[in-house]
């Protein structure tokens, strides 16, 4: 049976249903299971079941192969629902960064726990101390640590600023930096809002806003990885901008800009930095929906030229789209 072709009011039920037997799986691997496994042997069982998750709330994923590296790495995201942490687990294994509150709910905060998530109290600045010193030995070992900069989920068509405390750990370690972007779309291929955990929404009517749709599609990129060198707040910026042009806003600049435009504010103390329109405080904001294409693209459009505007970097051109190929089914048919 397949719960894409019921009408809603039988789909609900079903999905829960399914939802219901998966999370007792869950927690069947992670209380029972995990203990008697080697890191490399849980690691993929989390995958696979973060794959297996998605399927069962009627999402397909599509992402890119995330870059090798040889080392430890830290993944900036947009953030848009509780749904990116198992789309990023569908693709690469990291070790996430929240909010302490999502400890505190019911089956999926601990399984968070026992899937190795750091939980940070954002309110406490000598909070982020300890999260960085456990984020630094999380580098060390070579594993991949996961941040959404953004401090909180938005409503996927615009991009707020960065913030950069958590960059620390991969500047102290000099550990690549690695931007991913990510979106959801209904079968139709148009923007959908129903993943958006935003506006006090509530964890159960989030769920049923995701399963009351026919299906999803769930997006993610992978950018090129940014070397460590600089200031945080640098850091922050460059990424900031690379994932605003994984998300196809190259109306300012992309990782493709930063890459080839030499932009001497990069030497300068933070306070004397000139500021684009791309890295400005406050949100980036994204081209409307029916500007989005819908077959999958690979690589921003920044024909070379200059600049219409003075603060852009040059070769790259104002409102150029960002066309996502490349991306392959991830257990998702």
């Known amino acids: 049976m397949n719960p894409v072709r019921l009408p809603v009011f039988l789909r609900r039920p079903v999905r829960i249903g399914l939802l219901g037997l998966h999370l007792v799986w869950g927690v069947t691997l992670a209380g029972l299971v995990f203990p008697l496994l080697g890191p490399a042997q849980r690691d993929r069982r989390i ?28 993944l900036v995201c947009n953030h848009v629902s509780w ?19 999502v400890r505190q709910w019911p089956v999926a905060g601990w ?21 960085n010193a456990e984020m630094r030995a999380l580098l060390a070992s070579g594993a991949w640590v996961a941040v959404f900069p953004e401090g909180t989920t938005g409503d996927g068509r615009s991009l707020k600023r960065f913030m950069p405390s958590l960059l620390q750990p991969a ?9 991913a972007a990510l979106r959801y779309r209904t079968l139709d291929n148009d923007y959908s809002a129903a993943p958006a955990y935003i506006d006090n929404l509530s964890m159960w009517q989030s769920l049923k806003q995701i399963i009351d749709e026919p299906g999803l599609i769930a997006e993610l990129r992978f950018g090129e990885p940014i070397p460590p060198n600089g200031h945080r707040r640098e850091l ?22 930063w890459r080839s435009s030499s932009l001497t504010a990069l030497s300068l103390p933070p306070h004397r930095q000139p500021v684009s329109s791309a890295i400005r405080p406050g949100r980036l904001t994204s081209p409307s929906v029916d500007q989005w294409p ?7 459009l920044c024909r070379p030229g200059t600049s219409n505007h003075g603060s852009q970097p040059a070769g790259c051109v104002p409102g150029a789209p960002l066309w996502w190929n490349s991306i392959s089914p991830v257990g998702v048919q």
């Open 47 to 74: 995958m696979a079941w973060s794959r297996r998750l998605l399927r069962v709330l009627g999402v397909q994923a599509r992402t890119s192969a995330a870059p090798g590296l040889p080392g430890g790495a830290l």
């Open 294 to 300: 819908n077959t999958s693209v690979a690589a921003a």
């Open 111 to 131: 399984l968070a726990h026992k899937t190795g998530t750091l939980f940070i109290e954002r309110g406490r600045r000598a909070d982020t101390a300890r999260i």
């Open 236 to 257: 922050a910026a460059r990424a900031e901008a690379a994932t605003a042009g994984l998300l196809g806003t190259c109306g300012h600049c992309t990782a493709n800009a």
């Open 171 to 179: 500047v102290e370690l000099n550990c690549p930096i690695v931007p």
């Open 83 to 101: 749904l990116d942490i198992y789309l990023i687990y569908a693709a690469r294994r990291v070790h996430f960064v929240s909010k302490a509150e």
